[in-house]
């Protein structure tokens, strides 16, 4: 059983790879990396890690021809919202290439594999005020990110649909957690408060915070990958989410009521985005109903773990300086 | 007030072209072709026809910061959905990133022109049998090129949603006419009739006959683009088709009724798509509505130019060798 996981060491990635050596299949996953895989290599047999640019065609088909892989879970991807505006292009051209060539790959050689195709809940944008959000409301996506998200979902089931491949379509809503990047709003957050704290100032910068999103843990997030991987119908597309929104500045209290020191909140206009929607919550009752998934992990304890990981990360690269 | 036309020199900008200097636009029109652009310069200024590649950012955004245009109808793509299949990543590539360079180059440079974004009766794929397809029904593209549609289609929502452009969306349905080329049926069809005139044989091969599709004449399609400029509300996205359903068969018949000798037709398989769609009949209701619009070229007439257009153009090949 041949697992292939493309954008290995990226925010999701990780955590899956976590999951899977913690149920002992390392020696089953085949990793693709975007740069160098060194530290994989600590967990995972050096020759099943690839550093391979997924924008090259002939490559992708090469490893998948070698690997043939009996599920394939395609991670790699732009994910940064904000960023997609200021170059729309390369997030599209990235996130759609990638995808066309990994399915291609699958239809060429490893046709009745499981792939795992990773959407988004932007994909639903600016939707009228009829939350939770059901698979089925027209997608109304408001930035480069969110329409080649669009764009792979409908892709994955244009290979269904002409090519019989049993491709699973996925929509996650907010995840969160250890390794994510700033320009998502939890690590941001959690980046300052934390860089408040060691650097003893008492005010943190941030955008709209009147919105409401779904969020869930990223350890629950690569369950629900998981048993999609194992549950779902191919050809179908389902939200992975809680099913509860929660706005913004509660969040953010949840987390300065965690933080070593008294700090105040300044809201600054050139944080938010060109378009904002002001509730995304799911409806994930597909998803569960076929899965019997549920998150497991409080909001409050993810919270502890994003400011523990981030501290960690600072200190560290304060001392190295 | 300048109007810029991309894919100029292409099936739909050839009789979009000649519609406008019918109208004595020549004068406003700024058209970017294809490679070369010397026939087009007998009808337009010389100084108006851009040899520009639209897959490269800054050129297009040089061009339309020269141009400013008011109006801008992009008809550029790679438009053959048979072809799609054998190289996906090309035609996503470029029907996509030079949807995306015309949309960034009108934000940076004409945020008040009006653009025609050309989508396709395409997108809708394998709908469930509930015809006339309205424009709301989910979309199910079963070709790369119909999935390149969808993401032009949603790139020009996001860019009306996230930055207020005045862009409208247009899917037409199948239309015909001269300078069509190969590739599309009706196309084939009198290509190989007409081939079978000169040659004097008796035999052409046909794909699948029983599909029916809703034909337009390209004339009636070019006067439709420019209604839509004119009335159509940007952001809204609208069938442009007759509403009437024909059977290939049917079609195939007529077209046989004109040729100068009797011609037996034999269906091949290897023509079929890898799925093909059983009746793709337009609901233009919305369209008409809006813009008064009505088809007004019958069938037969169209079929009788396409196939005197393929005389021409074989028997001129003919004398050259």
């Given at each position: 059983?041949?697992?292939?996981?493309?954008?290995?060491?990226?925010?999701?990635?990780?955590?899956?790879?976590?999951?899977?050596?913690?149920?002992?299949?390392?020696?089953?996953?085949?990793?693709?990396?975007?740069?160098?895989?060194?530290?994989?290599?600590?967990?995972?047999?050096?020759?099943?890690?690839?550093?391979?640019?997924?924008?090259?065609?002939?490559?992708?088909?090469?490893?998948?021809?070698?690997v043939?892989?009996?599920?394939?879970?395609?991670?790699?991807?732009?994910?940064?919202?904000?960023?997609?505006?200021?170059?729309?292009?390369?997030?599209?051209?990235?996130?759609?290439?990638t995808?066309?060539?990994?399915?291609?790959?699958?239809?060429?050689?490893?046709?009745?594999?499981?792939?795992?195709?990773?959407?988004?809940a932007?994909?639903?944008?600016?939707v009228?005020?009829?939350?939770?959000?059901?698979?089925?409301?027209?997608?109304?996506?408001?930035?480069?990110?969110?329409?080649?998200?669009?764009?792979?979902?409908?892709?994955?089931?244009?290979?269904?649909?002409?090519?019989?491949?049993?491709i699973?379509?996925?929509?996650?809503?907010?995840?969160?957690?250890?390794?994510?990047?700033?320009?998502?709003?939890?690590?941001?957050?959690?980046?300052?408060?934390v860089?408040?704290?060691?650097?003893?100032?008492?005010?943190?910068?941030?955008?709209?915070?009147?919105?409401?999103?779904?969020?869930?843990?990223?350890?629950?997030?690569?369950?629900?990958?998981?048993?999609?991987?194992?549950?779902?119908?191919?050809g179908?597309?389902?939200?992975?989410?809680?099913?509860?929104?929660?706005?913004?500045?509660?969040?953010?209290?949840?987390?300065?009521?965690?933080?070593?020191?008294?700090?105040?909140?300044?809201?600054?206009?050139?944080?938010?985005?060109?378009?904002?929607?002001?509730?995304?919550?799911?409806?994930?009752?597909?998803?569960?109903?076929?899965?019997?998934?549920?998150?497991?992990?409080?909001?409050?304890?993810?919270?502890?773990?994003?400011?523990?990981?981030?501290?960690?990360?600072?200190?560290?690269?304060?001392?190295?300086?």
């Open positions: 059983m041949n697992i292939l996981i493309t954008g290995a060491t990226g925010f999701v990635g990780t955590h899956l790879i976590d999951l899977y050596i913690k149920d002992r299949k390392s020696k089953n996953l085949h990793c693709v990396t975007f740069g160098e895989s060194r530290t994989l290599q600590q967990v995972i047999p050096k020759e099943q890690c690839y550093e391979i640019d997924l924008t090259q065609p002939e490559k992708v088909y090469e490893l998948v021809e070698k043939k892989p009996q599920e394939v879970i395609h991670l790699a991807a732009m994910a940064a919202v904000g960023e997609s505006f200021l170059d729309p292009q390369k997030v599209l051209q990235n996130n759609i290439l995808s066309v060539n990994i399915l291609e790959a699958v239809r060429r050689h490893a046709r009745k594999a499981t792939v795992l195709l990773i959407g988004s932007d994909e639903y944008g600016l009228k005020p009829e939350e939770p959000i059901s698979e089925d409301i027209p997608l109304r996506p408001t930035s480069p990110y969110a329409v080649s998200k669009v764009a792979v979902d409908y892709l994955g089931l244009q290979y269904v649909l002409a090519h019989k491949l049993r699973v379509r996925l929509r996650p809503f907010n995840h969160i957690g250890e390794y994510q990047g700033v320009g998502f709003a939890v690590a941001d957050f959690a980046k300052q408060i860089e408040a704290e060691l650097d003893k100032r008492n005010v943190i910068k941030v955008g709209n915070l009147s919105a409401v999103r779904d969020f869930t843990d990223v350890k629950d997030m690569v369950e629900a990958y998981r048993l999609a991987l194992a549950k779902c119908v191919p179908e597309v389902y939200n992975v989410g809680s099913g509860k929104g929660v706005r913004m500045q509660d969040l953010l209290n949840l987390m300065l009521k965690q933080a070593t020191r008294e700090i105040r909140v300044e809201v600054d206009p050139r944080k938010y985005r060109p378009v904002d929607v002001e509730s995304v919550v799911a409806d994930p009752t597909k998803f569960m109903r076929q899965t019997g998934w549920r998150p497991k992990v409080p909001l409050e304890n993810t919270l502890t773990r994003v400011l523990n990981y981030w501290r960690k990360l600072l200190i560290m690269h304060k001392e190295m300086r």
